[in-house]
């Protein structure tokens, strides 16, 4: 992996991407050098312009580890809100149609971005907040512990389809729907990277595992990410692990050489690793007459239900018809029932070696010879 520096033009042209680089310069400037409609997803973790007046310590005297880095200084809110404007739209210019966003923030900053986040044309699709189980205590007792952060997930626009793995973020809630409260650690022990002089290496590291929930949930192997404000490159890090390509925008030298060595070191999984769960509705779409047509049921052939009540003769056009009805499997099953409607796929079976067998089972037969 390099670094490299690249021209500050807004491009257009049909440029390669420069995948798993760090990009040196102005977050601005290197996105405007990038081609349009480019990128699958941003995660940006802005400056958060915490207006910070002189230091704070602990009870004991000893000083906080604060952000007070000349890059989080702004002389205004509106030369923050300017500067949060300009890189919000150079980021929307580089979204593909589909493509989403995902911005972290403070209360310092982060309804200031929402709100710019509407004015450029983002759709919002939710707020997620990240409660910190180990928060840093407040030290002055003025006001509560600052005990999470707020993420803004949007798509490029109103009609974007963007990527939302639903059932593999249910898989991770241990098969629980994913809610718009994280719990999770914030960086400490090994995870909290230091430089040579064995301090933070950045003030404002996020967790791995804040990214690896962002990325297995909106993203899919293959796809490209870019993180505007790369830091210590934690995006840059599980992407490369989970089987995505980045791309890292930082100006400080620092960040970048700590971020470089830190990528170098992880591992990419393995390609069955790397897999996550899919809803029903992704999956390629089989018409049941395709059964018919390949052999795999005959017409004539008879479907019986899997409560054993009704049954049902396949016809040639791969509709079924019963003692009073005919239509498709769905419609049959559910007439049969009494019901509004019925998922014919689970509701029939058909005989095998004198065994009753779930159709679904050719379904899933004809799928994976589609995904192979």
């Known amino acids: 992996m390099t670094t490299t520096k690249r021209a500050v033009a807004p491009s257009n042209t049909a440029m390669p991407l420069p995948l798993n680089q760090i990009l040196e310069g102005d977050c601005i400037e290197m996105m405007n050098s990038l081609p349009a ?11 958060y312009n915490l207006q910070l007046k002189g230091e704070l310590h602990r009870p004991d005297n000893s000083k906080v580890d604060a952000v007070d880095d000349h890059w989080d200084q702004f002389s205004s809110f509106k030369a923050y809100d300017e500067f949060t404007s300009a890189w919000l739209k150079a980021a929307r210019r580089l979204l593909k149609p589909n493509g989403a966003i995902w911005v972290i923030g403070s209360y310092h900053n982060i309804f200031r971005v929402g709100a710019s986040l509407q004015d450029q044309g983002f759709w919002i699709l939710n707020d997620v907040v990240w409660r910190k189980s180990n928060p840093m205590p407040n030290f002055r007792g003025k006001r509560f512990t600052n005990a999470h952060e707020t993420m803004i997930w949007a798509g490029k626009s109103e009609t974007s389809k963007y990527t939302f793995n639903y059932e593999a973020l249910k898989a991770l809630n241990e098969g629980i729907q994913m809610r718009s409260d994280w719990v999770l650690p914030i960086c400490t022990g090994h995870e909290r990277l230091k430089d040579d002089n064995g301090d933070k290496a950045h003030p404002t590291q996020k967790p791995e595992s804040l990214l690896h929930r962002v990325l297995v949930g909106s993203t899919n192997p293959g796809d490209v990410i870019l993180d505007p404000f790369f830091g210590t490159g934690t995006t840059g890090a599980v992407a490369k692990m989970l089987g995505r390509d980045f791309i890292g925008i930082e100006r400080e030298e620092a960040y970048r050489k700590v971020a470089k060595k830190r990528i170098a070191n992880a591992r990419k999984f393995d390609r069955e690793a790397l897999m996550v769960s899919t809803s029903k509705r992704a999956e390629p779409r089989v018409p049941f007459g395709q ?4 052999g795999m049921l005959r017409p004539g052939e008879e ?15 791969g509709t079924l018809i019963g003692d009073d009805v005919k239509g498709s499997i769905h419609q049959v099953g559910a007439h049969l029932e009494g019901a509004p409607s019925c998922n014919g796929w689970t509701y029939w079976c058909y005989k095998k070696d004198g065994k009753k067998v779930p159709i679904d089972l050719l379904r899933q037969q004809i799928r994976a010879e589609m995904l192979n």
């Open 291 to 294: 059964l018919v047509e390949r």
């Open 37 to 47: 409609d480019s990128i699958d997803l941003i995660f940006a973790d802005p400056p």
């Open 303 to 317: 479907l019986y239900s899997l409560n054993k009540r009704h049954k049902a003769k396949v016809r040639a056009d």
